[in-house]
């Protein structure tokens, strides 16, 4: 039955009832208030005081790393043939837990390289990342592929020239832990020279 078909007497006995479901829920609301907080009814409501905890890290994310520039890369000249591995660059990332850069590492066509990513104290951590190549041939043609890896460190990465006959040649590399909660190390980009070495 429609509230305007209603009489005026059940209209009055509906709005009574209204008005008691109303009390009593307000009535419920201060009774749960006590419970809670065991102040009595009436008393100012205590202060609420935020504790701040540890944010929960998001999942790791892969960023990619920006194709290496060929610019410069005509102005260095390469080491020198060794029996043993040549460092030719080393990055540590800033702090523990942040990932590290390589950028723009200049290569040198009929060298060969070996990319390895380990962390400053030596432990085994799960990481991953991106390198990219940029290179261009004699003949002018240009590659620049990105690869992604992941394993655990110390990780070793051969390097190919994308191209047959690289004049241009560089290299860069991104490379993080993969579990984000795991105990914060310092990851370290290691490129050797393994011309003659290996």
């Known amino acids: 039955m ?35 907080t065991g102040e009595k009814p009436g008393k100012e409501a205590p202060e609420i ?5 540890t944010a929960v890290a998001a999942a790791p994310t892969i960023t990619l790393v920006e194709t290496p520039s060929l610019q410069e890369a005509a102005k260095t000249t390469p080491p020198p043939v060794s029996a043993q591995p040549i460092i030719v660059a080393k990055q540590a990332s800033p702090s523990a837990g942040l990932p590290v850069l ?21 432990s085994s951590v799960a990481v991953q990342g991106s390198w990219s190549q940029g290179a261009t041939s004699s003949g002018g043609q240009i590659a620049t592929p990105i690869e992604f890896f992941e394993g655990k460190t110390p990780h070793q990465i051969r390097l190919i020239s994308p191209v047959a006959d690289p004049v241009l040649w560089s290299l ?10 795991s105990k914060p190390v310092v990851l370290v980009i290691t490129l050797y020279d393994i011309t003659g070495a290996e």
């Open 2 to 36: 429609a509230f305007s078909q209603m009489s005026s007497k059940e209209k009055t006995i509906a709005a009574i009832l209204l008005v008691v479901i109303v009390v009593a829920l307000a009535g419920l609301g201060i009774f749960a208030a006590y419970l809670f």
């Open 49 to 53: 005081t935020v504790i701040p905890t």
């Open 102 to 122: 390589l950028v723009n590492q200049t290569l040198h066509a009929g060298h060969r390289y070996r990319l390895e990513i380990s962390t400053a104290d030596g």
């Open 172 to 181: 860069s590399v991104s490379a993080g832990v993969k579990e984000i909660l």
